[in-house]
């Protein structure tokens, strides 16, 4: 089958106002993404008033809940578009708790030991081809070094095993719902551990065709990655349940890091 790749600046597209308008109203169930929240707090160990970056925050579905638990949150994205929006979701009495920042993930616009910790959820760590230097090390040494000392890091990212079976099972996948349809291929690309898609977004009758592809870790190289460049790994689990994470049955690997004293670099 032929490779579904995107061109070399998909996120412009993929991350667009299909997308947008699907996940944040179509997609958009705010008691799960409250649960979600409220266990990221949990796990990240947070107190009323610590200050909390949000990191590739989108249209500010999070930033929303940690704003009302009470966090000084900031959320970062790549995207002016989808920051305007999170900052129309978010309700006037909590926008002066937060910062919304234009920016990269792999050069952080903070200065050093600025935030008691640091999240990104909802697959949108593994963009970058692999290669020499590691992005995602630099990544990691970006997060750590914004991080006050013992600040805490959590990261969501796919659970590899079971998104490699119902890739080889079903390379076509449909969602369907009220209004909308979601048709995508995919493909993985071994020599590079990166899950290749296009997708197709039918919002009542118009169509968008995008495309992305994803990193995809397994747990022994986060937990290397972590090590590396300074993390400590305290926790995972495979959901937002707070179930154990197994390598065959979980959906997610859900990874909490806290910095070391020593910097390995
Ligand atoms: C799958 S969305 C997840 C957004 C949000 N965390 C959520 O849970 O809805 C990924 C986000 O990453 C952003 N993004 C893509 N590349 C980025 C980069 N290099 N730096 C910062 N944000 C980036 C996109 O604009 C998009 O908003």
Redesign the pocket.
């Known amino acids: 089958m032929k490779r579904q790749t995107p061109h070399q600046n998909w996120?412009n597209d993929y991350?667009g106002d299909a997308y947008l308008e699907l996940?944040a109203s179509y997609l958009y169930d705010p008691k799960e993404v409250q649960s979600e929240t409220e266990f990221v707090i949990e796990a990240l160990n947070l107190n009323k008033g610590d200050a909390l970056l949000?990191l590739?925050?989108?249209?500010g579905?999070?930033l929303h809940f940690f704003l009302k638990k009470g966090m000084k949150a900031f959320g970062?994205?790549?995207?002016l578009k989808?920051l305007q929006s999170a900052r129309n979701l978010i309700p006037k009495i909590h926008l002066r708790k937060l910062s919304l920042v234009r920016?990269?993930?792999?050069t952080l616009p903070f200065g050093k030991e600025s935030f008691d910790a640091v999240c990104c959820?909802?697959?949108?760590f593994g963009?970058f081809p692999p290669g020499n230097p590691d992005p995602y090390m630099g990544i990691l040494r970006e997060i750590r070094r914004i991080l006050k000392p013992g600040g805490r890091f959590f990261l969501e990212v796919p659970n590899k095993k079971p998104v490699l079976s119902m890739v080889r099972n079903s390379p076509q996948t449909l969602q369907c719902g009220n209004g909308f349809l979601i048709h995508e291929l995919w493909d993985y690309d071994e020599d590079q551990c990166t899950l290749h898609n296009k997708t197709t977004f039918t919002i009542e009758d118009r169509q968008t065709r995008v495309g992305y592809q994803l990193y995809l870790f397994s747990r022994g190289e986060l937990a290397s990655l972590f090590k590396k460049t300074g993390f400590r790994v305290i926790q995972t689990f495979g959901d937002y349940e707070d179930s154990p994470y197994s390598l065959t049955g979980s959906p997610y690997l859900l990874i909490v890091g806290e910095k070391t004293g020593t910097n390995p670099d």
């Open positions: 996120q991350f996940y949000d590739a925050c989108g249209f579905k999070h970062l994205d790549i995207s989808y920016g990269d993930m792999r959820l909802f697959n949108s963009y």
